[in-house]
């Protein structure tokens, strides 16, 4: 199993420690926050498009085409009514010149079945519960 740590620097800052990498999250000035990183719900739209931006290109690779040019964007919104949740996350892939125009409807499946959209779609278990040496 992987595991990520985060622990509370100040506010609504915190470190984030992912192998041996490091970023902050944070709140924006907005929301009372320092503005030091993204906020947790934009690292979670981030990792989707990520995670599409990444099965794009491994589809252009596997078939020879040079990914230069492949940008993926998103525009996303929180939903209107509880639980307080991404509501609406829209996609789009800015493909590279050199792909054919034969090739589009197969990129655009072996993107839509990335990790990240396969866990939306087919979600995971998810526990919360308190650590030991927590203070009664």
């Given at each position: 199993?992987?595991?990520?740590?985060?622990?509370?620097?100040?506010?609504?800052?915190?470190?984030?420690?992912?192998?041996?990498?490091?970023?902050?999250?944070?709140?924006?000035?907005?929301?009372?926050?320092?503005?030091?990183?993204?906020?947790?719900?934009?690292?979670?739209?981030?990792?989707?498009?990520?995670?599409?931006?990444?099965?794009?290109?491994?589809?252009?690779?596997?078939?020879?085409?040079?990914?230069?040019?492949?940008?993926?964007?998103?525009?996303?919104?929180?939903?209107?009514?509880?639980?307080?949740?991404?509501?609406?996350?829209?996609?789009?892939?800015?493909?590279?010149?050199?792909?054919?125009?034969?090739?589009?409807?197969?990129?655009?499946?072996?993107?839509?079945?990335?990790?990240v959209h396969n866990s939306?779609?087919t979600p995971p278990t998810?526990?919360?519960?308190?650590?030991?040496?927590?203070?009664?």
């Amino acid at each position: 199993m992987e595991h990520i740590r985060v622990d509370h620097v100040d506010g609504h800052q915190f470190a984030v420690q992912i192998r041996d990498h490091s970023l902050t999250v944070d709140q924006p000035e907005s929301a009372g926050g320092g503005d030091a990183g993204p906020t947790p719900t934009e690292l979670f739209v981030a990792g989707l498009v990520a995670c599409v931006a990444h099965y794009a290109r491994a589809y252009l690779a596997r078939h020879g085409i040079d990914a230069a040019g492949l940008a993926v964007t998103a525009d996303w919104s929180m939903a209107d009514d509880r639980p307080a949740r991404v509501g609406t996350v829209t996609i789009g892939i800015e493909a590279p010149a050199g792909l054919p125009p034969e090739r589009y409807d197969a990129l655009l499946a072996v993107a839509s079945h990335c990790t990240v959209h396969n866990s939306l779609v087919t979600p995971p278990t998810v526990t919360i519960g308190l650590s030991a040496g927590v203070a009664a």
